[in-house]
Nanobody, 123 residues
Framework: QVQLVESGGGLVQAGGSLRLSCAVT????????VGWFRQAPGKEREFVAA????????NYADIVKDRFTISRDNAKNVVYLHLNNLKDEDTAVYYC????????????????WGQGTQVTVSS
């Protein structure tokens, strides 16, 4: 069983930065992939970025590719999402999800989900 716990959200001004953390506990496995997603009020949850645990290979949604960076610290079992140059439209609850198939993760099909952390961008 895998558990995911997000942290690091908060209120930030437009143009600012945040670092979100997703702490991973439990046994990881081959092709284990962790993704970040977000859900804004009144909108569906959308894929943001993903990272393959073993190799560090990353994948990004086009809308955040130049501003957000996903990384992982295998020793600490944490996946980070660095949010830079934040915009009003980045306001959302950010979730991490995980599973064993990167192709499914990018489609939002995860075996495990965290509880989410709120990011609010003020202009």
């Amino acid at each position: 069983q895998v558990q995911l716990v997000e942290s690091g959200g908060g209120l930030v001004q437009a143009g600012g930065s945040l670092r979100l953390s997703c702490a991973v506990t439990g046994r990881t496995f081959e092709y284990f992939t962790v993704g970040w997603f977000r859900q804004a009020p009144g909108k569906e949850r959308e894929f943001v970025a993903a990272i393959l645990w073993s190799s560090g290979t990353t994948n990004y949604a086009d809308i955040v590719k130049d501003r957000f960076t996903i990384s992982r610290d295998n020793a600490k079992n944490v996946v980070y999402l660095h949010l830079n140059n934040l915009k009003d439209e980045d306001t959302a609850v950010y979730y991490c999800g995980a599973g064993g198939a990167a192709a499914l993760i990018t489609r939002g099909i995860c075996d495990y989900w965290g509880q989410g952390t709120q990011v609010t961008v003020s202009s």
